[in-house]
């Protein structure tokens, strides 16, 4: 397992990153009463093979409560992100306590802003950038990051140097805003997560994907794993990268195009 650095932060993260918004998926759920141990099953292959990192929203609440009890007498081991989409302190406080709770953890590694409809920044309205940096002197949250599908949005967080990391679309088959988003982020030293690395599901080819990705060393794609099988492919790539030549660029191009 390979690990880099996120960011200017302290974080050393594995570069293959655990998405467990998939914990409760159809494929985890037809275990029925046994979906739980299932989870914890994925989650500890995982972690026995290297994974460290593991990325989580509280909008998933049950997915929050599996990973929270997968992680039990490892959790120290592990570095665990997740997400509030609050628009308000109230809210950011209700949620963050909650997560503390599902996550079975007095403080969350880093703590990212979801979705915001603008960027928190500090003396604002919402106040939501002020209470992050309370919760960080505090050592409940010991990083700040920000989550987001809005590619303006997620340049605007990197060139503000107010987030330690940005989470946003990036895969294949992304345009040239995501990639300038990627160079962005190495300028800036911010922590760079790419959610969707299969774009929501639309690719199946996996080697091509991993490929894509492990171009860019500063980027850590969030996989979302519905079963062991799928889990121990991409752990597979992670120890045999596929080889970016010729025959690679050709497909990948290929692939492009077909979707566009």
Known sequence: MEYVALGKTSLLVSRTAFGAMSLDCKEIEDFGENADEKACAIVHQAYDAGVNFFDIAHSHEVCEQRLG???????????????????????LRYDLKASRDALESDYIDLYQIENPDKLPRPKDDS???????????LEIIRHIGLATENIDIAKEAVESGLYETIQFP??????????????????????????????????????????????????????GFHTQEELQQILYFDSHPPVIDDQFKMEAERLRAFFN
Not at 69 to 91: C, D, F, P
Not at 127 to 137: N, R, V
Not at 170 to 191: D, H, M, Q, R, T
Request: charged share 20%; glycine share 8%.
């Open 170 to 223: 990036f895969n294949l088959l992304s345009g040239e805003e995501a990639k300038n988003i990627v160079y962005l982020c190495k300028e800036k030293e911010v922590g760079c997560i790419a959610m969707q690395p299969l774009n929501g599901g639309v690719m199946s080819n996996i080697p091509l994907a991993f490929g894509f990705l492990r171009q860019y060393e500063n980027v850590v794609p969030v996989w």
């Open 127 to 137: 106040g939501i950038y002020d209470e992050l940096l309370s919760l960080k002197k």
């Open 69 to 91: 009890a997968s992680l039990h007498g490892i959790r120290q081991n592990v570095i665990l992100a997740t997400k509030t989409s609050a628009h308000t302190v109230e809210k």
